[in-house]
């Protein structure tokens, strides 16, 4: 029986030292890894000709190999995420994980099983805390507008804080923490690809739970492939 293949895209540069232990504690070493990245060979000056936001519009963070955080426009990053997608299935991917929470409309694969996880964690958060009072943090400000659209399926509109997981600080992010919680957030959601294992160990203190959202789109992706 012909092997299996996953292919991982991120928005940045591949691979993700980051995510890619979190995928790997969930998906079958059996099955072969592609991974890839928009920004792969791109220098930052090409990078910032290409992908820098203009005034207003929405906008998505990464890092880069070099540990770079990168803020890029997702409406031109759109078309650099689809071709990315046509080269994994050229590859042979069975599967793809695209690395990132933010929202593309019309993202599509002719073949392979295409997981968005701004697709599947909204749902499942939603599930998960009924009535209670969510809080969700992004990795830059801007994000509490652009993405709030996602959240439509809470009961209770969720609160927001920001700090990066990239450039910010510890301290940043368990401060991002308490202000949610003196909200009165009843759970907290790490709304980034680049949140770790780290990050929510450093909220756990405050004693609500943590969700991260890369380990939800890997579980989902394990159940995709069957363990």
Known sequence: MRQRVLGTLT?????????????DRHISAEIRRIHRGVLDGLGHAEIAARYTPEGGEPELVTRLQDGTEVVLSRRRMKDGVQAALSALEAEGCDAILL????????????RAWLVEPDHIIPA???GLVERRQLGVIVPIASQIGSESGKWRLLHRPPIFAAASPYGGTPDALVDAGKQLKAQGADAILLDCIGFTERHRS??????????????????????????
């Open 202 to 227: 450093a909220l756990l203190p405050l004693g609500v739970p943590v969700i991260l959202s890369n380990a939800v789109a890997a579980k989902a992706l394990s159940e995709l492939l069957g363990g």
């Open 99 to 110: 690395l990132c929470t933010g929202t593309f409309d019309g993202l599509a694969c002719d």
């Open 11 to 23: 928005i940045g540069q591949a691979p993700r030292p980051d995510v890619v232990p979190i995928i």
């Open 124 to 126: 499942m958060v939603a």
